[in-house]
């Protein structure tokens, strides 16, 4: 019977468990901190696996870089005039660091191509719509990217 015991509190006190509840309380304690460290920042936190995070960092920051470089060669130069706001918002990204996003394109490329193909479908879309003079199924895309958007940046705002 005493081994019983003796082997009980040599797991509980001071064996695995009791180190798996110290590793579980830093990280509890971690998370706080980095919670409070955001809120003072005035970010919010968002916690997600990494392979979520990798396929939503493509749509939201790798697309949209590529799409901005994009943007800007497709401009011709002598355009330069016509330049405003619009065009320097969406070809913004274009300025950017590139041996970084080298980098982040080539370390996420399977979720980037699959980004990639998405717009591609929905761009298709808008192009066939307006090349065969579809105002109604324009105006809907249209709509429903307004929609999009919206839920996607003005609800978070």
Do not use: C
């Not at 509190?9 to 955001?38: C, E, M, S």
């Not at 901005?68 to 355009?79: H, I, Q, V």
């Amino acid at each position: 019977m005493s081994n019983y015991y003796t082997n009980a509190t040599r797991v509980f006190f001071g064996g695995p468990v009791t180190k798996t509840v110290k590793v579980l309380i830093a990280i509890n304690i971690a998370v706080f901190v980095l919670q409070t460290l955001a809120g003072l920042l005035g970010s919010l936190p968002v916690w997600m696996d990494a392979q979520v995070h990798d396929r939503w960092a493509a749509a939201t920051s790798h697309l949209p870089y590529l799409l901005s470089n994009a943007l800007s060669l497709a401009t011709p130069t002598e355009a330069r005039a016509l330049v405003g706001p619009g065009y320097r918002s969406a070809s913004r990204l274009a300025g950017g660091f590139t041996p970084m996003m080298l980098d982040v394109l080539f370390s996420n490329r399977d979720n980037v191509l699959e980004a990639v193909g998405r717009f591609r479908r929905e761009l298709d879309s808008l192009e066939a719509a307006l090349r065969l003079g579809d105002e109604d199924a324009l105006r809907m895309s249209l709509e429903r990217s307004a929609r999009q958007f919206s839920e996607l940046v003005e609800a978070k705002s």
